[in-house]
């Protein structure tokens, strides 16, 4: 059971220039040993060829269970990574163990793994925390961040196939709906017109009988492949799919549409029990890609996927 602390989003708690966050989940939800980590990265990456998407990439949804039980099935994401170039990775994730009343943009330099830094893209930080919608739901925080592995758990995977790349970490402290339509708000006008990726972090449902826990997910996969964040959001709130990280897909959801986004290929989904064999209390997990399938404005080719196969 993940433990809440309520409180105000509190802002610029740590030096926020030099901070380097240090890894909190090497050891847990993935190898805390370098080699170690970097051969099973690359041994789940090297294993997959990615999808045939003739589109632009715009944004993927992955897991963040422990690397035994959703690391084949975030691979099949990150796999799409090794022919594109982009600048920077926008990652939007829930807070597990904190909760706080609005959405913490982290404030220090970068973020450390057993393979090295991944350094902030300052300037979409900034350009984020004064955009006319961001108000005073969004702040630089160290708060969610502290602790928390949702991001955590895909740098590795990262610094294996975008090894230059920037990243702007995002924890969402509560997921409500309004919440999540602002960010997507922000989000799409800040990434516009730039080469960067968005991604959401999320498992689906929890702790249900194998049979019930694929009803549920069905909902949440069912909601990415038509890619209707209304539907999703609507299912969340009646209680009839789950996914500790649904608001950040409906903000990543509705921002990859404003970007052009107009389809969806679910990569993989399984759940813990087809990893484990028991099938008395599992937890879902899915990967998917959004793209866009028309050009860009100008004749853009920003992070083209065609050409992929199987």
Known sequence: MFLFFPQKLLKKQVNERSYIRPPAAAGMFYPEEADQLRNEVSGLVASELPAQLNGLLCAIVVPHAGYMYSG??????????REVKIETIVLVGPSHREYFDGISVFP????????????????????????????????????????????????????????EI???????????????????????????????????????????????????????????QRLDEERLMHDLEAEQAEACGGGPMVAVMSAAKMMGADSCSILHSCNSGDVSGDRDTVVGYVSAALFRTSPLAGGRTRSSLTGFST
């Open 166 to 224: 920037k990243i702007l970490p995002i924890i969402m402290g509560d997921q409500r709906r309004s919440y999540c339509m602002r960010l997507a708000e922000i989000l799409s006008a800040v990434v516009r017109e730039k080469s960067v990726l968005l991604l959401a972090s999320s498992d689906l449902s929890h702790y249900h009988s194998y049979e019930t826990a694929r009803t549920l997910d069905a909902n949440v996969i069912s909601s990415l």
């Open 108 to 163: 220090g330099a970068a973020y450390q793994t057993p393979l090295g830094t991944v350094f902030v893209d300052e300037e979409m930080r900034e350009a984020m925390l004064t955009s006319a919608a961001a108000g005073s739901l969004v702040a630089s925080s160290i708060q969610g961040h502290r602790n928390e592995h949702s991001l955590e758990v895909q740098l590795p995977f990262l610094q294996h196939v975008a090894r």
């Open 72 to 81: 084949y099935t975030a691979a099949r994401a990150f796999a799409l990574l």
